[in-house]
């Protein structure tokens, strides 16, 4: 057990980066009342490169883990197995791709209805 990926800083920051981080991310976004489009542009960024980052760590510790002695290692992160560890940062970049898209929209929304406010302030 003294060569565990489980004792590892990358499984540490794969904890930090899958887990701690996103919630305090959504906790953020939802507690409120008012924010900023940028600002939740950028929680949306966040989620998207935290999601990168997860994938990166999870491949190392992969790797990390063939070479371990501890058969745990081996059977959670370098087997079948390990694909559902991938589920999180997808769920993470899927996430943070909606809200992206959801600001857009909104955006090219209000674009369109000023749009058309002022052609017809024009016509008259």
Do not use: C, W
Request: aromatic share 8%; net charge neutral.
């Amino acid at each position: 057990m003294e060569n565990s990926v489980f004792l590892r800083v990358e499984f540490i920051l794969l904890i930090a980066f899958s887990i701690v981080l996103p919630i305090g991310i959504f906790t953020l976004m939802l507690k409120k009342r008012a924010i900023s489009r940028i600002t939740v542009f950028l929680f949306s960024l966040t989620l998207i490169v935290l999601a990168g980052v997860n994938v990166v760590l999870l491949r190392q510790l992969a790797h990390l883990a063939t070479l371990s002695s501890a058969a745990i290692d081996s059977h959670i992160f370098a087997s079948e197995i390990s694909i559902m560890l991938y589920l999180l940062p997808a769920v993470l970049a899927g996430v943070g791709v909606n809200v992206i898209s959801h600001l857009l929209i909104a955006h090219l929304k209000t674009a369109e209805e000023q749009f058309d406010e002022n052609r017809v302030n024009n016509s008259n």
